[in-house]
C-alpha cells in the first residue's frame, strides 16, 4: 500500500491558560487520508477542527501523537511547499492585484520550487472566473470572488495537501454553491487530497469522498462516513434519494455529537475564546 | 474617483467657501485686536510689509529651520522605524527597548534643548537631536503596532508555505504597517518644526533659524517680525501636512483610510 497523504495517529493538543481550566482541545485522535480523496470535517463548535487542521498544517504540534503529510512531519512537508491552506476569511492582501495575490506563495521559499511546474495562475483565475478581475484589488471584488482567489492561490503552488477551513461559511447560498462546483471542478484537475472543515451536512456530502463527523470535549472522531455518490456531483444528484440518505445519516451522527456534549458539565464559559 | 474628477470637485465653492470665509473672519478680528492691543498684535499692514520687503530674509532662516526638521525628522525615523522591526520580532528586544521608549515620551524633551546646547554647542547638532527624539516615539509605536497588525489568518497561509522571517517582514509587515507610519508621519511632521524651533531658542548665541528669528525679534519688541516669522513657521509646516497627505493618497490608494465618503 502507498503512503498515506495524511496520516494522523493518536495526536492529542491541550490548550492550558492561567485563568481557565486546560482546554482538551483534540484527544488521541486518528485519520489517515489516502491520497487524492476530498475528507469533511464536520462537528460541533469547539470539537477541534481547526486545531486538527493547524496540526496538519504544521503551524502547531500535537502534544502527543504523531502526523505526517506524505510519510514526512508536516513541517517538512510545509518547507517543500507541498502543503496549501484556505482559512474562514479570504486573506488576501488589499495592495496586491488579484493576480499578485495568487502568485505571492510562489515568491516565497523559492527554494521549495526548483524542479517544479506550477500551473498557470492566469489561466488558473480564467477558469475560476477570475479572468476580468486579474488585475483588480481585492478590496474591488464581492467576498464570493475574494474567496475563489484566495482558492486559486492555495491551488496555485499544486500542492499535495490542501487544507481548508470553513472557506464558503460567509458567503450567501447561491454563491456558496457556485463556489462549490468551481472547487470540485480545479480539484478534479489537479488532484490534491482535500482536508475541508464545514459547518453545513449537505456541503460535505456533496464534496466528499469522506465525511468525517467529530464530537467536543475531548475533540474526537465519532464516525467516519463513506460517500459512495457518482463524480461529478451534479446539482440533480444532490437532489437526489441517496443524497438525502447520507444528509439522514450524517445528521444523526452530528446529533449524536451534541448529546455527548452536552452529557457533560456545563461550560462555565459561554463560547470560544477565540 | 480619477484624479481629475476630484481635482474639479474640489475647484467648487463648496469646497474652499468655508475656510475662506473663515479666514476673513480671523483677519478682521486681527484687525480690531491690532487697534485695541498695539503691544500684542501688529498691524496686518505692518506683517505684509515686512514680508514683503526682504523675502529673502525669511526664506534662509526657514531654509535653516526646515533644513534642521527634516533632518532630526530623518534621524529620528530610521532609528525608530529600525527599532520597531527589532521590537515587532523580538520578544527580548521589546522588553528592553519599549520600557526605555516610554520614559523617553514622558520626559519632557524640550526641557533637554539647553542641556544638549551645552554639550554640542550652538552648530546643528542639538537641533537635530532634540528633532529626532522628539519625533521617535510616535514613529517607534505606530510602526511597531503595524507591523504586528498582520492577520493571523494571513500568516497562517504564509506559514504553511514556509516563508522566512525576511520575506514574512517585506512581504507582508511593512506593507501592512505603512498606513499606521502615514498617521505616525503626519503627527510627526508638524512635531519635527517645534523641535527645531525649541532648540533654536534654546540656543541663545545661534544666529539663523526661524526661532532665532522669534527670539531676537522680541527682545527688541519688533511685533510685525516676530509674527511674520511664526506665519512662515505656520506656513511651512502646512505645505508639510500637505506634502504627507498627498504621498499617504498615492501609496495608500488601497487602503480604507484614502477612500473617500460618497458625498
Ligand atoms: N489558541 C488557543 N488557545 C486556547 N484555547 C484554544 C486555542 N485554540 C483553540 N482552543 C480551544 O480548543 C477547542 C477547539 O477549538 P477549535 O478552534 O479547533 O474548534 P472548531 O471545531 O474549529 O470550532 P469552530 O467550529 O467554532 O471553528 C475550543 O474549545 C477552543 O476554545
Ligand atoms: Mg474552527
Known amino acids: ?274 | 474617483m480619477s484624479e481629475v474628477r476630484r481635482g474639479v470637485r474640489l475647484l467648487h465653492p463648496r469646497y474652499w467657501a468655508p475656510a475662506v470665509v473663515m479666514l476673513l473672519v480671523l483677519l478682521a478680528l486681527w484687525t480690531v485686536g491690532a487697534e485695541r492691543l498695539p503691544y500684542l498684535l501688529p498691524p496686518l499692514s505692518d506683517l505684509w510689509d515686512t514680508l514683503a520687503g526682504d523675502p529673502a530674509y525669511f526664506l534662509r532662516h526657514a531654509g535653516v529651520t526646515l533644513g534642521e526638521a527634516l533632518g532630526g525628522l530623518a534621524i529620528g525615523f530610521v532609528a525608530a522605524f529600525v527599532l520597531a522591526v527589532l521590537v515587532s520580532e523580538s520578544v527580548l528586544a521589546r522588553r528592553a527597548i519599549m520600557p526605555v521608549a516610554v520614559v523617553l515620551n514622558v520626559t519632557p524633551l524640550v526641557a533637554i534643548a539647553p542641556a544638549l546646547v551645552v554639550a554640542f554647542g550652538f552648530g546643528p547638532a542639538p537641533k537635530l537631536i532634540v528633532t529626532a527624539l522628539i519625533c521617535f516615539f510616535p514613529i517607534l509605536i505606530n510602526t511597531a503596532a503595524g507591523l504586528r497588525s498582520v492577520s493571523r489568518e494571513v500568516l497562517q497561509v504564509f506559514r504553511t508555505v514556509h516563508a522566512s522571517r525576511w520575506e514574512l517582514l517585506r512581504h507582508l509587515r511593512i506593507p501592512t504597517a505603512l498606513p499606521f507610519v502615514f498617521a505616525a508621519l503626519k503627527i510627526v511632521f508638524p512635531l519635527s518644526i517645534v523641535g527645531a524651533v525649541v532648540a533654536e531658542m534654546s540656543a541663545a548665541g545661534s544666529d539663523d533659524g526661524l526661532g532665532t528669528v522669534i527670539l531676537v525679534a522680541s527682545s527688541m519688541n519688533r511685533l510685525a517680525v516676530v509674527w511674520a516669522a511664526i506665519v512662515v513657521l505656520a506656513v511651512m509646516g502646512s505645505l508639510l501636512l500637505l506634502i504627507v497627505t498627498v504621498a499617504e493618497r498615492r501609496v495608500l490608494h488601497w487602503h480604507e483610510s484614502t477612500a473617500r465618503p460618497s458625498r
Open chain 1, 1 to 274: 500500500m502507498s503512503v498515506p497523504a495524511i496520516a494522523v495517529r493518536g495526536a492529542s493538543r491541550v490548550y492550558a491558560s492561567a485563568d481557565r481550566a486546560p482546554v482538551e482541545a483534540l484527544g488521541a485522535v486518528d485519520l489517515t487520508v489516502d491520497r487524492g480523496r476530498f475528507v469533511s470535517v464536520i462537528g460541533p463548535s469547539g470539537c477541534g477542527k481547526s486545531t486538527l487542521l493547524r496540526l496538519v498544517a504544521g503551524l502547531e504540534s500535537p502534544d502527543t501523537g504523531s502526523i505526517e503529510v506524505g510519510g514526512e512531519p508536516p513541517e517538512r512537508a510545509a518547507a517543500a511547499k507541498r502543503l496549501g491552506l484556505v482559512p474562514q476569511r479570504p486573506a488576501l492582501l488589499p495592495w496586491l492585484s488579484v493576480l499578485k495575490n495568487v502568485t505571492l506563495p510562489a515568491r516565497m521559499n523559492r527554494r521549495a520550487d526548483r524542479g517544479r511546474t506550477l500551473p498557470d495562475a492566469a489561466e488558473l483565475l480564467r477558469k475560476a472566473g477570475l479572468g476580468e478581475a486579474m488585475h483588480v484589488l481585492p478590496g474591488e471584488l464581492s467576498g464570493g470572488m475574494q474567496q475563489r482567489a484566495a482558492i486559486v492561490r492555495a491551488f496555485g503552488l499544486h500542492p499535495d495537501v490542501l487544507l481548508m477551513d470553513e472557506p464558503f461559511s460567509a458567503l450567501d447560498e447561491f454563491t456558496r454553491e457556485a463556489l462549490q462546483e468551481q472547487l470540485l471542478d480545479l480539484w478534479e484537475e489537479l488532484r490534491a487530497t482535500v482536508l475541508f472543515v464545514t459547518h453545513s451536512i449537505s456541503e460535505a456530502i456533496r464534496l466528499s469522498d469522506q465525511v468525517v463527523v467529530m464530537a467536543a470535549r475531548p475533540g474526537r472522531i465519532l464516525e467516519v462516513v463513506d460517500i459512495d455518490l457518482p463524480r461529478p456531483r451534479t446539482q440533480d444528484l444532490v437532489l437526489s434519494p441517496d443524497f438525502h440518505d447520507y444528509e439522514v445519516v450524517v445528521r444523526q451522527y452530528l446529533r449524536d455529537a451534541f448529546d455527548h456534549e452536552h452529557q457533560l458539565p456545563r461550560r462555565r464559559d459561554g463560547g470560544d475564546p477565540r
